[in-house]
Nanobody, 115 residues
């Protein structure tokens, strides 16, 4: 069983930055991909960024050039650097680990962009 804990969320002004982290504990086996998703009030959960086992990254169009996903293999963690934050980035952010033994989700962390 893999347990995921997100950190780094909070309140930030438009144009500001936050760095989300997701640390995994438990038996971490072959990873297919690590991802960050978000869900804004009244909206469906959407993929924000994903990094494959080979290191390839994909971003939703709305965050390209502003967000960067990275993986820390030593510490079993994945990060999401978020720059130039906008009001519409406000959401609960979830990390996801897709492994050979299943897909695991964190509980989510709130990111609020407000002036």
């Amino acid at each position: 069983q893999v347990h995921l804990v997100e950190s780094g969320g909070g309140l930030v002004q438009p144009g500001g930055s936050l760095r989300l982290s997701c640390a995994a504990s438990g038996l971490v086996v072959s990873i297919n991909a690590l991802g960050w998703y978000r869900q804004a009030p009244g909206k469906q959960r959407e993929l924000v960024a994903i990094i494959t086992a080979e290191g390839a990254t994909t971003y939703v169009h709305s965050v390209k050039g502003r967000f960067t996903i990275s993986r820390d293999n030593t510490n079993n963690a994945v990060h999401l650097q978020m720059n130039s934050l906008k009001f519409e980035d406000t959401a609960v952010y979830y990390c996801n680990w897709d492994t050979s033994r299943g897909s695991y989700w964190g509980r989510g962390i709130q990111v609020t962009v407000s002036s």
